[in-house]
């Protein structure tokens, strides 16, 4: 067991699934000799060689579309996308195509790829590169969206979502790319792909988050619990299938909940997350469900970046308004 | 101090192939295959099913009994002689439009009538289980031929991916992108610009400044060329090289097939808001099945007994499968989940319910 | 309305056979483009329009034959307008006229968000309780309505027809046994031990516990929690015994944890010190949270074995019943003894009966011991 980061996870999660599987390819924009952009392919050219990598031409909605034609053809493309940022002008292949193909033709074609890309800010970068788009896609029929929130998970997701038969979005939060090391171990053990992760058990408040936005929500929780407030954390993981039966369970116990997400707040997926609770669990809430997340604007440029960003004393402030409420 | 020299680095020249004029006469040699009046025949035959059932489709969009439905009017030779040229291995990736190539590939007629009439079997062909179905969103089917003949490449078949798309199609980034990665890799691959000269009620003239469509692939570094796309014959000749072309790794070829759209864009247009009768006219003396039974007639290899069975076999045959299709009860409502995924996640099973409770009500 | 009629066919030819349309009644036309194919005696021939047009009707079915100038088609002359659909794709349904409804104005920006009368769980509560959320008075955040709120309410409603409500710790117990019946998959296994050699004043309660750790060292599958709904349990390194105590009107199972790494005495002073608590009402709520496995020593009340209620996630609780003499015979001889009876209930949905037995018979043993 090596101690990895999570952009060295998810190398090592696709070259454990390029050796189980000869039908697993790469493709992206310098996924090959450079090894990616941030490295997450770092060795495989060199191990797998341009007949399982693909070094692409700069055409984002090409790398999309060509993985729909071999998807089909039987293999298992894995799309790298370099910035969610540019997965925008995916959306067309995506949407009208990779996400339907299967029910269109009843199971005739299907469509078993991956697209991933480095997604979130925080990272101090340029304009463009700090994308939450997990909304969108997550409002799409038949694909599914994935974002891991540490290096083992990180390595279990892809390895299931490179699996799954059906077309998956893998989001990588890029803030924890090389954020946190910790034991990885390269077993080939997927996981599943429809269940949240409950990172923190708590009596009092259920806190929802996903991606990178679990650093400053775990932060919130340990800095609650020495106010005595015992603050379970729940990393969604899947934002699409939903597993609304852990939150709506997790509420039934503490009846207050706080979802934290970097993405825009109208329409995210913190507010498919509400109505759920709203529906199924409406009678064991004690306080109004609380969202902090990105405000409805464009992410400003760098030096305002951490205004933006919801940060902990917001998550804070979040659930004491709920304790509020007993 | 001289003028500056100045040097070509790349030209290029567009071939342009017609084997047959409009009157039916031969204005080049004879292919091997169309020496064979037998081949000639099927190529006709196919023709007229593919209007035969044009027609048909239009009475029963007419009549409310089929959806939304485009045309081939006076393009069946784009599709059959494509179709014509292809191996059963080959995958077909069409637009909407290329009736002709799919029934020769073996969709069945009925299969058209479900997909036109709004039905997904019609997308499950029984017959050519490799072949797309059509495509709505213009030119985005285009990257996933050159995804297919990819794999072909990767795996090390000999098979090739034809993918036919439209005038109006060629100015799509999705082709360019497509286009520039099928050169990149040497995909096996050849594309069909089906050049009916209108997009909707874009005339081509409009659509691109440049002098054919066929150049486009000169920017992508692939062979191009032009072909009469009413001359059934050049069109099943030119596709043929590129095919063997594409299976020998010599790479993908653009092939320009100029024709024109004898009908509305479809059922839901009316051409006459934007375009002449009087240039249709013209075009009518151009087409493509009149043509190839002029040349039959001409080597007296069609007679009037065999016009007469065809009609009747076609008209009988489409008759055959309109009524098979119109007795085909629509699919039961829960099949909306069947194949969104390969397991139905739990909160789609829940909304399900919603269809089969006994009130749909929400629990 | 123009009708046209079949033209000269040329060669004297007066009549042809009608072969097949090739347009359809609707079908705009333009000059040239082929109607039908008609047979005549030397070929099929296609008959172009004669101009451009609407088709109205088509007159002849195949097979008909047609007299050279008998009307064949008749076209219509509609305008441009009444034709469009207005649309590429589908039907647009045409939309009756309807009366314009004047602007209502908007709402006013508000608050942020206005204030609960009651919070969704008091307002569940109140109707649980039958209680009207109006003879209430909200101490909560703006006034809101809260659980506590209402239970105050309720401890001060008489219900009238000879019922009192269950409240605090009975309430409790009723929600927790029925979830238990209907959960859990209950099966008891009873034995019992003779500890006649006991030392006097043994602290049988302490005994029992030892007990409970002895079995769960030997069979781990008895120290766990199950997951109904993942269909998973997990094992739990520590023991946190839940101890089941009867004090005043109320059970409750208090949870001493990691019985197995204190010593006896150190396990004892819990017990009083809790005993205290919970009669004086002093008990925090996370005391009684979260056992791994419960031992209830029912025996010093009364009653020899019982099945006893399991309260998920746990998967098993060890009942002592009342001590009793019994015989034992010995070389022969009759002896008189003590015996202590045990009753294990365990959840068979994820534990065996070899398991539980295992357990058994390891607390037993541990029993057996003199001390």
């Known amino acids: 067991m090596s101690e990895l980061n999570l952009v060295q996870a998810i190398g090592t999660a696709l070259r454990r699934a390029m050796t189980e599987d000869a039908r697993v390819l790469l493709l992206g924009e310098d996924v090959g000799l450079n090894g990616g952009v941030f490295r997450a392919s770092d060795g495989l050219y060199k191990s797998f060689g341009d007949g399982r990598v693909l070094d692409t031409p700069l055409a984002e909605a090409g790398i999309v579309g060509i993985s729909i034609g071999l998807a089909v053809q039987g293999f298992r493309p894995v799309a790298e996308i370099q910035f969610a940022g540019f997965a925008y002008t995916c959306i067309d292949q995506l949407l009208n195509h990779a996400s339907r193909m299967r029910a269109r033709t009843r199971g005739r074609f299907t469509c078993p790829m991956v697209v991933r890309t480095p997604a979130g800010g925080g990272i101090h970068a340029v304009e463009h590169h700090s994308e939450s788009p997990e909304a969108i896609f997550a409002h799409i029929p038949g694909l599914k969206v994935v974002t891991p929130s540490s290096p083992q998970r990180a390595y279990g997701l892809l390895l299931s979502a490179i699996r799954d038969p059906d077309p998956v979005i893998f989001l990588e939060p890029t803030r924890l790319y090389r954020a ?76 207050r909940l706080v979802i934290v997400h970097e993405a825009p707040m109208t329409c995210g997926v913190g507010a498919e997350i509400a109505a759920r609770v709203a529906s199924r669990g409406l009678g064991s809430l004690l306080a109004p469900i609380e969202r902090v997340t990105g405000f409805d604007t464009m992410m400003p440029y760098p030096r305002t970046e951490a205004f933006y960003m919801p940060g902990v004393d917001r998550v804070l402030a979040a659930v004491r308004r709920t304790m509020g409420y007993t | 101090m001289g003028a500056a020299t100045v040097t070509t680095v790349a030209q290029f020249t567009i071939p342009f192939t017609r084997i047959v004029d409009a009157d039916g006469e031969a204005v080049a040699g004879l292919p091997a295959f169309a020496e064979d009046q037998n081949q000639l025949i099927a190529l006709y035959r196919a023709m007229v099913l593919t209007r035969t059932f044009d027609a048909k489709a239009i009475a ?42 799919q029934l020769w590939r073996g969709v069945t007629l009925k299969e058209l009538f479900l997909y036109w009439g709004g039905d997904e079997r019609g997308n499950d062909f029984a017959g050519p289980r490799q072949d797309f179905p059509c495509c709505v969103p213009v030119g985005s089917h285009v990257p996933h031929a050159v995804g297919a003949a990819l794999a072909f490449r990767l795996r090390g078949e000999k098979r090739a991916a034809v993918c036919v798309f439209g005038d109006g199609a060629t100015s799509k980034g999705d082709v360019a992108e497509a286009l520039n990665m099928a050169g990149v890799w040497k995909a096996p691959i050849v594309f069909i610009i089906n050049n009916n000269g209108w997009a909707i009620s874009m005339p081509r003239a409009k659509q691109s400044a440049a002098e054919t469509l066929a150049q486009k692939a000169i920017a992508a570094g692939i062979a191009a060329e032009q072909v009469d796309g009413n001359d059934v014959i050049a069109v099943r000749l030119v596709v043929e090289r590129a095919l063997e072309r594409a299976r020998s790794d010599c790479g993908p070829t653009v092939i320009e097939a100029v024709t024109y759209r004898l009908s509305d864009h479809t059922t839901a247009d009316d051409a006459r808001r934007y375009r002449d009768d009087a240039e249709v006219s013209i075009h009518w003396a151009e087409e493509p099945i009149a043509r190839l039974r002029r040349h039959l007639a001409r080597r007296e290899a069609w007679s009037k007994e065999q016009e007469e069975a065809l009609l009747e076999t076609c008209h009988r045959d489409v008759e055959e499968a309109a009524a098979s299709y119109l007795e085909t009860p629509p699919l039961p409502p829960t099949q909306i989940f069947d194949h969104v995924y390969a397991v139905l996640p739990a909160d789609l099973a829940e909304q399900r319910e919603l269809l089969t409770s006994p009130r749909g009500e929400e629990r | 309305m123009n009708t046209f009629n079949l033209p000269d066919l040329g060669e004297g030819l007066q009549e042809a056979e009608l072969v097949s349309w090739h347009v359809n009644v609707g079908d705009h036309v333009v000059a040239d483009q082929p109607l039908v194919s008609v047979e005549t005696a030397k070929a099929v021939v296609e008959v172009p329009s004669p101009c451009s047009g609407r088709i109205a009707r088509l007159i002849g079915e195949p097979g008909d034959i047609i007299k050279v100038g008998a009307p064949i088609v008749e076209f219509t002359d509609d305008g441009i307008a009444d034709q469009d659909a207005g649309t590429v794709v589908g039907t647009l349904p045409r939309v009756p006229h309807y009366e314009k409804q004047p602007h209502l104005q908007a709402v ?197 074995e019982a099945s006893l209620a399991i309260v998920p996630p746990q998967v098993a609780i060890l009942g002592a019943g009342r001590i009793f003499d019994t015989v034992q015979p010995v070389n022969g001889e009759i002896r008189i003894t003590k015996a202590l009876p045990l009753s294990l209930t365990f959840d068979h949905r994820v534990v065996t009966g070899a398991e539980a037995v295992r357990f058994l018979s390891a607390a037993l043993a541990e029993l057996a011991k003199p001390t």
Request: contains cysteine.
């Open chain 1, 180 to 255: 946190a090391r910790e034991a990885v171990s390269d077993d080939g053990v997927g996981l599943p792909l429809d269940r949240c992760n409950i990172l923190r058990s708590g009596r009092d408040v259920t806190l929802v988050s996903w991606g990178a936005m679990l650093i400053e929500t775990l932060e919130a929780a340990e800095r609650l619990a020495s106010d005595n407030i015992d603050a379970e954390v729940i990393d969604v993981t899947t934002l699409k299938p939903l597993d609304s039966t852990t939150i709506v369970d997790s509420v039934a116990r503490t009846g």
């Open chain 2, 60 to 101: 029963l969009q007419r009549t409310g009994r089929l959806g939304t439905y485009a045309s081939s009017l006076g393009q069946e030779a784009v599709a059959v002689g494509a179709a014509a040229a292809m191996r059963p291995t080959d995958v077909l990736v069409p637009s909407y439009r290329e009736h002709g190539a």
């Open chain 3, 108 to 304: 006013a920006e508000g608050a942020e968000h206005l204030p609960m009368k009651a919070s969704p769980a008091a307002r569940a509560l109140a109707h649980e309780l039958g209680i009207s959320l109006t003879s209430i008075e909200g101490t909560g955040p703006g006034g809101t309505i809260t659980r506590a709120d209402v239970e105050a309410k309720a401890d001060t409603k008489p219900q009238g027809d000879g019922y009192e409500l269950l409240r605090g710790v009975r309430r409790a117990m009723a929600v927790n046994m029925a979830r238990s019946a209907i959960e859990v998959a209950s099966s008891t296994v009873s034995d019992e031990v003779l500890i006649g050699h006991w030392p006097r004043h043994t602290d049988v309660t302490v005994r029992l516990i030892r007990a409970v750790v002895a079995g769960c060292r030997a069979e781990p599958a008895l120290n766990a929690w199950f997951d109904k709904a993942r269909m998973a349990r997990k094992f739990h390194a520590n023991i946190d015994l839940g101890l089941a105590m009867n004090i005043g009107d109320g059970l409750f199972a208090p949870v001493l944890r990691n019985v197995a790494a204190r010593t006896d005495r150190d396990i004892r002073a819990s017990i009083d010190a809790l005993k205290q608590d919970i009669a004086a009402r002093k008990v925090e709520p996370a005391t009684l949270a979260g056992p791994t496995i419960t031992l209830s020593n029912f025996g010093m009340l009364g009653g020899r």
